[in-house]
């Protein structure tokens, strides 16, 4: 019982936050700007920072992260950590040759206030910058927000290298939220099919799931490449997936470059994969094609095949709001119950989202996402009401095995695992993975608690 000492009563909390329900942001802007082909994040900041936001990478994607940091020490963390940047942006491009850095800040650099677009405007100017190389930047301070917040606000430092020519391109750029690698892969497939010439910022596809060759490659295959980025404010439009972590750049785009954006909800489940194939269907002025009506067929039919078991089932889930949303609307429309949910990433509409798709539900769901949601509370809501299943990242695996309650690992980060940065849960192909993993769960309970006579093979 490790978590042996959590009590069931509820005292409220201002000043103590445990296991959290999110981490930093600059580990979100790191794992945006690895979906720029040829990047070398950089981390502006002391070494202790970097370390741990690449191995938090490294964990979840198994795949080595290479990242540079401006290895602030005492003089720097006085006088400000100019020198260091300029230095190590000279480097960087001198040794590793990138197409692009992208910077971001830290704690430290932020409190010191560091202001990186003169750093970076001073390192063009003294030639540091090489023609036709780039250095976008974002400003990660992760004494607010989370990790979600890091990844929006290096996606939207990702939108500023957009240009418009005044002719359009004819594409739409999609901005997927933060998703796996598979997820991006999914996500240009299901464009593809629908016939709708797209670009994806940022696309970790390739990168964070890449094959063993054999051969290291520092910046391998994959990645939106800056002329694309470049192109995407000559787009028709942009399709944001996520308020959280998406639609802070598209409203950029649209406010800067004249690129009308659309928010949609990521496509997880049924409901809003069909709001984002309708989406794409309508840019492209075509009708679903065949092969995506069989795709959703095929989910319908497993939500219709196995309903009984997912039927009532309660669900805990810790995660980021984005995922949370679409999982939420997932689950109740295949009559699951979401009971409890935490994230640690603030937002007040996010709330507002959950309550309205839960409105239908016989109770009223615990719901908490700010700075100091955590697993503690999760815990002490499980307590008092017990459930049949969670859902979330490894870290939830104290709960699962105090209180003997199956888990589902699914959001970030999943260090414990393999098979996220493989298989898509987002799509009709990825509802199916995402239904097989919670059915294989529940069932696997069933099988090890039924008694004998109700032990059944077919199930
Ligand atoms: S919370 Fe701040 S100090 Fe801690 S690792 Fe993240 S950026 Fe560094």
Redesign the pocket.
Known sequence: MLLRHTPEKINERHALTINPAKT???IGAMYAALGMHGCLPHSH?SQ??CA??RSTLTRHYKEPISAGTSSFTEGASVFGGQANLLQAINNIFTVYEPQVVAVHT???SETIGDDLPQIIDKAGKEGKIPKGRYVVYAN?P??VGSHVTGFSNMVKGMARVAESTGHKNGKVNIIPGWVEPADMEEIKRLAGLVGVDIILFPDTSGILNGPMSGEYKMFPEGGVTIDQLKSAGDSLGTLALGEWCSADAARFLDTNNKVPCRVLDIPIGLKATDRFVDALRIIAGVSVPEEVTHERGQLVDMVSDMHQYFFHKKVALAGDPDQLIALTEFLVSIDMWPTHLVSGTPGRAFEKRIRELTADLPYKVNVKADQNADMFLLHQWIKNDPVDLLIGNTYLKYIARDEDIPLVRWGFPIVDRVGHQYFPTVGYKGGLRLLEKILSAILDRKDRDDPEQSFELVM
Do not use: E, I, K
């Open positions: 930093c942001q600059p900041g202790g920072c741990y936001h830290t704690c430290l990660t992760s004494y």
